[in-house]
């Protein structure tokens, strides 16, 4: 059985490389000032490990290249934006309100360099080949998502509010001049997608449905012309 907390606050943990948190259930528990990083070593990532975090909340705390492997986060509130640095995950689920969240490739920003990068992009490339599933986003609400460097095969999805955007389709397209005429940040995403540098995997498009309904509701219609005319995946 997980070891439950409830309504703890928790203050201050510390760890530069290895920690381990496994089999625990957190709810409405808080994380300030809290850091756990791998130490620009990809090989001492932190791992949280069948665990369930429910209606939590982070303030001022930052979680660095961890591996998520079982893990529920069920709600989750803090600061105006919720950033993964250089995570990795297995079988994780995201539901309810979790306001805004980033998922990045990027290890932590303030001591990168690019031959330490380099690592972590390897060692993701390599974990992703033996996941079955990374993330079921199915019955999450955010107010904005926007991820990197997982497979969009690898996301459970709903089809009608988290649609599939496939690279292969879109580069028939005119498609700058097709996401100029979306919602703007539908259009931002596509954009940015379809122009990096180093291109991304198939797009996993989430609309934000703790957003505003004038902007939901935009960016459901102009998903639904989109797989009218073929750009984004009919379901």
Known sequence: MPERFENRIFYGLRSNGDAVITDVQLVDCQFQNCWLSASGDWRRRPRIERAEFVRCRGLSSSLDSAIFREVTIDGWSGNN????????FDRVTLSGALGAVKINTMYAPESWRQDIQDGYDADRAAFYRDVDWALDIRKARFTSFDYRGIPARLIRRDPATQPLFLRSTAAGFDWEKEAKALQWDLGATLIQ????????DDLV??????AKRPKRDQMLADIERLRQIGFAEAE
Do not use: D, K, R
Request: glycine share 4%.
């Open 81 to 88: 934006l919720t950033i993964f640095w250089g995570a990795l």
């Open 193 to 200: 997608w379809m122009s990096a540098a180093v291109p991304e």
């Open 205 to 210: 498009f989430a609309v934000p449905m703790a």
